[in-house]
C-alpha cells in the first residue's frame, strides 16, 4: 500500500511533494530490513538517516522501552530526576571522554548543537562578567558543515537552496575552509588567524566525515591540529558527533582517533541505537562551573519540555549495555573492512570518483552531467532504481553512499553494493 498525496494529510520532510514519488507505508522492521504494507522487504543500507546503529527494533532496547513504559512517562527534569536519566549520565561518564563531567539533555541533534551553542556564550558571558571586559560570541564553521535545520544549527551550516529562504534569520559566523587532502594547512592557517580574533567564542566541527555535506572525509591529524589551535587560544571546541558518534567511524567517538577531548561534545542519532529520540550535550566542568553560581539569574536558561524522556533514556540505557556487554566495537570492524572491500571492487570502474571511507560509512560519487551537488538530476532517479530494488539508499546528489545498520550481512551488503554497480551501467 501506498499513501498517495489525496488519501494523507502528512507533508513529509524533504520530500518535494509536486513530485508525487511513491511514499511507501512500512509496517515493521528487524535488522538491516524494513518491511512495507504491500508485503516488499527493504535493506535499509542508510540506518533511516544514520540512526540506527545495531538493527532495527534490537530487543533488549525494545525491551527495556517495554519494561520502562509500566513504570513512569514523560516528567519534569527541571530539579527533578528518575534512575533511566541517572543511569545513562553514569554510563556515559564512564565511556566518554574523561574532561566530559556534565550531561545535559535534549531530544535532537539540533537540540544538542543549539544546546551547545548557548553553552560556549553562556561560559564567556560569565566570564566577562567576572573579569570584565565584552563577552565573545562569534562561532567559526567549517565549508559544507551540517548541523540541524533550526535556525541556529542552520546559521552554524552549509549556505545553499536548503536555507536560502530563511538566509534573513540566520546569525553570522566566520568560516574555514574545508580540509581537503592538499588544502589542509590552509584550513589550519584560516583557523589560526580566526581564533585571534578577540570576539571569537568556539569553533564548532563535524569530526572526520561531514556527512550532509557530501559524506566528505578529513584525516585525523588535521582534526587533532584544529583543536591544538583552539585550545592554544582559548576557544571552545564543539564536537558534534551527533552522526559520526557511536561507532560509525570505527571508533566511539570519531575524535578518538585523533587523541582529543572535545570542551563540548554533541550525542543523538545512535545514543538509543536509532529506537527513539534523545540527546545529550556533554560540557567540561569549566563551561558548568561558568554557570555555577548561588544567583538565579545566571543559571543554564534552557530546557524542552521532553528533556531526559524516561522510555528514552531508558533505551539509551540498553544501549550503553549493549556496548559493554557485546563485541560492537569488533562488528564495526568487520563491517568497515566488507565495506573497504566493496569500495575497492567499485572504485575501479570509470564511472565513479573520489571513493572514500571512515569505518562503517563508505562512499563514492557517480560522474554525472548534471551540475552535481544536492539537485542534481541523478539523485531522483537514482532514488527510484534502488527503491524497485528494495534497497533504502538516498545519494545526497551524485554522492551515492552506504552507511548500513551493524547487524547487516554479506549477502545483504552485497545486495546494496551489488545495484549500485549495476545502476552505474544503466544511467
Ligand atoms: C543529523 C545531524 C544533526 C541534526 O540532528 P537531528 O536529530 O536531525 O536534529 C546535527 N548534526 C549532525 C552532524 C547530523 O548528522
Not at 20 to 42: N, S
Not at 129 to 144: A, L, N, S, T, Y
Not at 169 to 178: K, T
Not at 328 to 339: F, T
Amino acid at each position: 500500500m501506498t499513501a498517495s498525496d489525496a488519501s494523507s494529510a502528512i507533508w513529509h520532510p524533504f520530500t518535494q511533494h509536486g513530485l508525487r514519488e511513491p511514499i511507501p507505508l512500512v509496517e515493521r522492521a528487524e535488522g538491516a530490513l524494513l518491511h512495507t504494507a504491500d508485503g516488499q522487504t527493504v535493506i535499509d543500507a542508510i540506518s533511516s538517516w544514520w540512526v540506527t546503529t545495531h538493527g532495527h527494533c534490537h530487543p533488549k532496547i525494545m525491551a527495556a522501552i517495554a519494561d520502562q513504559a509500566d513504570k513512569l512517562d514523560q516528567m519534569i527534569f527541571a530539579g527533578w530526576t528518575h534512575q533511566p536519566a541517572e543511569d545513562v549520565a553514569a554510563g556515559l561518564r564512564a565511556i566518554m571522554p574523561q574532561s566530559l563531567t556534565r550531561v545535559f539533555f535534549s531530544d535532537s541533534g539540533s537540540t544538542a548543537v543549539e544546546v551547545a551553542l548557548k553553552m560556549a556564550l553562556g561560559y564567556w558571558h560569565a566570564r566577562a562578567e567576572k573579569d570584565g571586559g565584552r563577552p565573545r560570541h562569534r562561532i567559526i564553521v567549517m565549508e559544507h558543515s551540517y548541523h540541524g535545520d533550526t535556525i541556529g544549527t542552520m546559521s552554524v551550516g552549509e549556505r545553499g537552496v536548503f536555507n536560502q529562504a530563511y538566509e534573513p534569520l540566520l546569525f553570522d559566523v566566520a568560516r574555514v575552509p574545508f580540509p581537503a587532502s592538499g588544502a589542509r594547512q590552509e584550513t589550519l592557517d584560516a583557523l589560526e588567524d580566526l581564533c585571534k580574533q578577540p570576539d571569537t567564542a568556539a569553533f564548532i566541527v563535524e569530526p572526520l566525515v561531514l556527512g550532509a555535506g557530501g559524506m566528505l572525509v578529513y584525516d585525523a591529524k588535521t582534526l587533532a591540529s584544529m583543536h591544538e589551535i583552539c585550545s592554544r587560544h582559548g576557544v571552545l571546541f564543539i564536537a558534534d558527533e551527533v552522526m559520526t558518534g557511536w561507532g560509525r567511524t570505527g571508533t566511539l567517538l570519531a575524535c578518538e582517533q585523533a587523541g582529543i577531548e572535545p570542551d563540548i561534545l554533541c550525542l543523538s542519532k545512535g545514543l538509543t541505537g536509532g529506537a527513539v529520540p534523545l540527546a545529550v550535550t556533554m560540557a567540561s566542568e569549566l563551561i558548568f562551573e561558568a554557570h555555577w553560581s548561588t544567583d538565579r539569574a545566571r543559571m543554564f536558561f534552557h530546557s524542552s519540555s521532553y528533556t531526559a524522556n524516561p522510555l528514552a533514556c531508558a533505551a539509551a540505557a540498553a544501549n550503553l549495555a549493549i556496548w559493554r556487554e557485546e563485541p560492537v566495537l569488533e562488528r564495526i570492524a568487520d563491517l568497515a573492512h566488507r565495506q573497504t572491500e566493496w569500495l575497492v571492487k567499485l572504485g575501479q570502474f570509470c564511472h565513479f570518483e573520489n571513493p572514500r571511507q571512515s569505518g562503517t560509512m563508505a562512499a563514492l560519487d557517480l560522474r554525472t552531467s548534471g551540475e552535481g551537488g544536492y539537485l542534481d538530476t541523478l539523485a531522483p532517479r537514482l532514488l527510484a532504481f534502488f527503491r524497485e530494488r528494495g534497497l533504502l539508499l538516498r545519494p545526497l546528489g551524485n554522492t551515492v553512499y552506504v552507511m548500513p545498520p551493524y547487524c547487516i550481512t554479506d549477502e545483504q551488503l552485497g545486495q546494496v553494493w551489488d545495484a549500485i554497480g549495476e545502476a552505474v551501467i544503466s544511467f
